[in-house]
């Protein structure tokens, strides 16, 4: 097989729960057998079980990683949302019983999966690595913050760019452009021939 993941940089963040949902029963590709997750203190690691048995258990099959953070999520109130003013059963200042009467908004803590960084830090191992990207798209979708970009050789051994913004697959393209090393060469100073420089 010769897809493979050249590029890769994600920002992705969604609760640790949605994804322990996602993998209850997950549409995994062909070449992965099953997902083993494992979570050490706060980083959540998915290793891919390959199908293919010629895959000796000692080689590195790819993984996902994952950073695990707390978020506090407040529930919004209703009167905010709708933009009317709170009410108030009494007009007229009341100064220190105001403070009393005001309600705090619920809030709980809420555990985040974050799979932020480029290809090494997020996706890492090559055995069965573009299968893991492809488990990696999907959960891309299902998050609702941050963007996975990625150029990629898919099964049709075409390149393709992939995108994903907030759960929303996007449009993406691939650029060609000059390498920058070479043009700096051409106009960068030299500096052992600098008649300035003794």
């Known amino acids: 097989m010769t897809s493979r993941v050249y590029r890769l940089h994600s920002t992705l963040e969604l609760p ?7 993998f209850e029963e997950p549409d995994l590709p062909e070449e992965i057998e099953d997902v083993e997750i494992t979570r050490r203190n706060n980083t959540l690691i998915l290793s891919a079980v390959a199908t293919d048995s010629s895959i000796s258990k000692y080689t590195p099959t790819a993984q996902l990683k994952a950073s695990v953070t707390e978020n506090r999520v407040y529930e919004e109130d209703p009167e905010e949302m709708d933009g009317g003013p709170p009410s108030r059963s009494n007009s007229g200042p009341q100064w220190g019983a105001f403070e009393e009467e005001e309600e705090e908004i619920e809030s709980e803590l809420v555990e985040y999966a974050c799979f932020k960084g480029d290809r ?12 893991m990207f492809t488990v990696l798209r999907d959960i891309a979708e299902i998050a609702e913050k941050g963007a996975l970009t990625a150029i990629v050789v898919n099964e049709d051994d075409e390149l393709e760019a992939v995108r994903v913004v907030d759960g929303e697959p996007q449009p993406a393209t691939i650029t060609v452009t000059d390498d920058p090393s070479e043009e700096q060469d051409g106009n960068g100073v030299d500096w052992r021939s600098n008649e300035f420089i003794s």
Do not use: G, K, R
């Open 16 to 22: 640790l729960e949605d994804v322990y949902s996602y």
């Open 120 to 131: 090494e830090t997020v996706l890492q191992n090559t055995a069965v690595q573009y299968p």
